[in-house]
């Protein structure tokens, strides 16, 4: 990859992908860990993707898409839940940093939206603002019982797709940079046990396919 040259929201794609099956083969190169990125990037940063992901600790971002300093500008709270905090950050990956992907990572066992299925089925809700982050999970939980998916794995894909629907339904700004081609919204099913990350929604990732 050039070190100057912005890669298309496909190449930043592919380039997390090649990442995550070297994670999953365990044949990680570790790139861009060593002091010479770390000198290289220490005037300003160019990160290929923003990545927002739930904070379990299992899901340790540059580990399992096998990348280094100044390749992902990350994003996490429990559950990936949105608010205002995280939807500034994705713009400023984004709109300053000039990110052409943004990853919505959602995995299996997520004890965010185990408790918001728990929540809707016994009516018991956390307390303090644990309860605020299941309360965002809800919608998402309530529209796939309304699909009539209740397999925990189809609560899982449409929890991440409510995700990236509501961030380019929530920020403006995203939402030009994707309908102008210059950055698209990946959501990806982490899987714990084998580490692989799968595609599960898809949001302008070919709109810009180079006609030469
Ligand atoms: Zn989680």
């Known amino acids: 990859m050039s070190e100057t040259k912005t890669p298309t929201p496909r190449e930043a794609f592919e380039l997390l992908l090649a990442g995550n099956q070297r994670f999953v083969a365990g044949s990680p190169e570790h790139p861009n860990q060593d002091a010479a990125r770390r000198a290289e990037i220490a005037p300003s940063q160019r990160p290929f993707a ?9 899901l340790a971002a540059e580990i399992i898409f096998d990348r280094g300093l100044g390749d992902l500008f990350v994003v996490r709270t429990a559950g990936h839940v949105v608010g205002a905090e995280v939807l500034g950050s994705i713009e400023f990956g984004v709109e300053v940093l000039g990110c052409p992907l943004v990853v919505v990572l959602g995995h299996d066992s997520c004890g965010a939206v185990g408790a918001a299925c728990s929540a809707l089925e016994n009516g018991m809700t956390p307390a303090g603002y644990i309860r605020d982050v ?6 998402s939980v309530l529209a796939a019982r309304a699909a009539g998916q209740v397999e925990p794995q189809e609560v899982l894909a449409e929890h991440i797709r409510h995700t990236a629907d509501l961030l380019l339904d929530r ?16 959501g990806l099913r982490y ?3 084998d580490g692989s990350a799968q595609l599960v929604a898809s949001r302008g990732l070919d709109a810009q396919v180079p006609t030469s």
């Open 171 to 186: 920020s403006r700004v995203l939402a030009d940079k994707v309908a102008a081609g210059q950055a698209a919204v990946v």
């Open 134 to 139: 299941v309360e965002r999970v809800t919608p």
């Open 50 to 58: 923003v990545l927002f992901g739930c904070s379990d600790s299992r």
């Open 191 to 193: 899987r714990l046990a």
